[in-house]
């Protein structure tokens, strides 16, 4: 890794942090280089504006899970039957993050509260660029799963899917305040996976009903 790709991961590690702590508006590009230990001028070199700084931290994450995504569903479309179920459809959706999560320690904790953010705060431009260059995955998803319950109407599906991903951005967010209580109240040491496994049957039963 030569100087310049060392000195824009450092920034992208500071600024993924920063974000997910305290936000995109509360988060500045001083703030960033401090924690990073750059100059300023380092980010605009490397990104030329706070905007695409925004987009590349989520590139950082998306780029990698719609990849896993892409080559789960087709798998599940070269296999589709009338067996095909929620349950599987929501394994397909979340067992990228268990792939980011080998990559790098604390990616789906990190990457849940970017999402959280992105959804309570305003960020036109991040929705639009993350739309643009990813939504086609999530578009294939929802099909497939309209196939498997072709008795849902779009916006009964639609809304399904909002509450499905507001459910896992807010459990997964938290998942390591939720292991410790599930190991202090229940004597219970929980992998990240194990919470994906309780979870999963909730929001099946969720997008079911």
Not at 124 to 144: A, E, I, M, P, S
Request: charged letters at 25%; hydrophobic letters at 40%; glycine letters at 4%.
């Amino acid at each position: 890794m030569n100087k310049n790709d060392t000195t824009k991961s450092k920034i992208l590690d500071a600024a993924e942090q920063l974000f997910a702590e305290r936000g995109f508006a509360e988060t500045s590009l001083r703030t960033i280089t401090a924690r990073a230990k750059v100059n300023l001028a380092s980010v605009n070199y490397h990104f030329g504006s706070k905007k695409s700084l925004i987009q590349d931290v989520f590139d950082r994450f998306l780029s990698e899970y719609s990849s896993v995504l892409n080559a789960q569903l087709n798998s599940l479309e070269s296999n589709q039957s009338d067996s095909l179920t929620t349950e599987t459809l929501l394994r397909a959706l979340v067992s990228p993050l268990l792939a980011l999560e080998k990559q790098r320690e604390q990616s789906i904790s990190i990457f849940m509260r970017l999402l959280g953010r992105a959804y309570a705060e305003t960020q036109g431009h991040l929705r639009r660029h993350v739309t643009d260059k990813y939504g086609y995955v999530l578009v294939r998803f929802t099909l497939l799963f309209q196939n498997a319950y072709p008795n849902l109407s779009n916006d009964q599906i639609f809304w399904r899917l909002h509450y499905t991903l507001g459910s896992l951005i807010f459990t997964l967010a938290g998942s390591d305040a939720l292991r410790e209580i599930a190991e202090a109240d229940f004597d219970r040491k929980m992998a990240i996976e194990e919470v994906i496994d309780e979870m999963i049957p909730f929001l099946a039963a969720g997008m079911k009903a």
